[in-house]
Structures are given as C-alpha cells and as structure tokens.
C-alpha cells in the first residue's frame, strides 16, 4: 500500500491501462490496471493526472511491472479541471515531475508537487509560481543555480552580475563570458528568496512585470538545459500565454 499522485495514464491494450504514480514512500512507479477501460467500476473517476490515491499493488511476474489491485481516492482536484491557465499549469508540473524522475526515484519531489496542485484547486497562480515551482524542482534534485556568490571565483556578488547556463549560476563582471546573461540585483534577490518561500505566501510579493518576465525566461531556460527533453504541456502553456495576451 501507498499514497500516490497519478502523473499519466496510457492504453496499453483494448482493456488495460498503464498508470504512472508519483508516490510518497516509493517514488516514480508504474502499475498495470487489469480491465480498466472495459469496466471503470474499480476506478471509478480515480485514475486521473493530479488525483492523488493510497494505491494498492500485486507483484507482477519476474519482476515485471507490478498490478495495481485498488486504489483509494483522497483528493481529487475540480476547481483547476475549468479553468484552462491552472488546468495548464498543473499539466505542466505533472509532466516535470515524470519526465525528471527516474522509476523508483522522486520521493522527495513529491510534497512539492502535492502542495503546488492544492494551491491550484484554491486559487489562481500569481505569475511567479511557475518559476517558483521550477526553483523548487531543481533543488530538491539537486540542481538548484548558484544564487550566492561566482561560480567561478567564489567572490561576493557586487551589483553587476551574469547568469551562466554552463556553470550553473552567477558569475561576476570579472569572470562572466560570451553567453553569459546579465542579472539585476533585484532579480537576483528575489531568485534566490524563493527558494525560501511557500506557494501560499507568493501572492503577497509586489514584483514587476517586467522582472517577471525576465525570472521566468531565464528558470525556464535554464531547467530545459539541464532537463535537455521537451515538455509537450510547456508548448500548450506558452500557446494558452498567447492567446490571452491577444484577447
């Protein structure tokens, strides 16, 4: 038995349904749901991205993928369902935590992940979650930039200060090189404050457009250089993005 959040859901033959889990105890795991497409009456409105269930599994043969037996519901997310940007953004924090957790690896991401798609059900995101929520993931995977001091020369930051996707954090105006991108310092506060902060406590911060925008450019570039896939639900929010700054 285990608590675990559904990441995806695949048809694997005219009946069953391959469920991949982010689970508390065991991590990223994958269970076979025997009959699930010809009778829902086990699964009934459970095997959904974001629900999260205590999960019940039966080893399967030799080692191969276990079954899952029966599953609890205990959250079910409805709110986020209607409303396309948090029902987009929830997708995309999904797909992160599955395309960057290796089977039986991510126990540690998944608080994160549960916390982030409660606060979706409660509220609309404030612009900054998704780079808050981005910094989060690569922290606790151990690939969270160097905020504090040159990657280089491991010298105090002064005011001028370069963001370098190779070294992995900042560089000073010293040790900076082609590519590197210039940082403000209040950019450079707030980045590294969020490593601090909580999803609920976000929506007190009075942060620039503007400064926004450049945080969430540079998290986002700097995740899919370390991630080096493509996140099909980042293609859908960038496209949601659009289409409400032309409405």
């Avoid at 829902?40 to 409105?45: A, G, P, T």
């Avoid at 509220?123 to 995977?141: A, G, H, T």
């Avoid at 160097?146 to 040790?175: D, I, M, N, P, Q």
Wanted: hydrophobic share 40%; glycine share 6%; with cysteine.
């Amino acid at each position: 038995m285990s608590v675990a959040l559904v990441l995806s859901v695949k048809e694997i033959s005219e009946s069953d349904l391959l469920v991949s889990f982010l689970s508390r105890e065991r991590g990223r795991l994958s269970a076979v749901a025997k009959g699930a497409r010809r009778s829902r009456r086990r699964f009934v409105n459970k095997l959904e991205p974001g629900h999260l269930l205590r999960i019940h599994l039966r080893k399967g043969r030799s080692g191969l993928t276990p079954f899952l037996e029966a599953a609890d519901l205990l959250f079910a997310p409805e709110n986020f369902r209607t409303d396309p940007r948090r029902f987009t953004l929830a997708s995309y924090f999904i797909e992160l935590c599955e395309r960057s957790s290796p089977p039986a690896e991510g126990r540690e991401i998944f608080p994160l992940l549960l916390e982030n798609l409660k606060f979706l059900e409660k509220r609309s995101p404030p612009p900054i979650l998704k780079p808050y929520f981005e910094l989060q993931l690569l922290r606790l995977l151990g690939w969270s930039p160097e905020f504090r001091g040159c990657v280089t020369c491991g010298k105090e930051l002064a005011s001028s200060a370069y963001f370098s996707f190779a070294g992995g954090g900042l560089r000073c105006e010293h040790c900076a090189r082609e590519g590197d991108r210039v940082i403000s310092p209040r950019t450079r506060a707030v980045l590294s404050a969020l490593f601090r902060l909580s999803p609920d406590s976000l929506s007190r911060l009075r942060i620039p457009e503007d400064e926004i925008r450049e945080m969430a450019t540079l998290v986002e570039a700097f995740l899919k250089k370390v991630l080096d896939q493509d996140i099909k639900a980042l293609k859908v929010l960038k496209a949601l993005e659009s289409y409400e700054k032309r409405a």
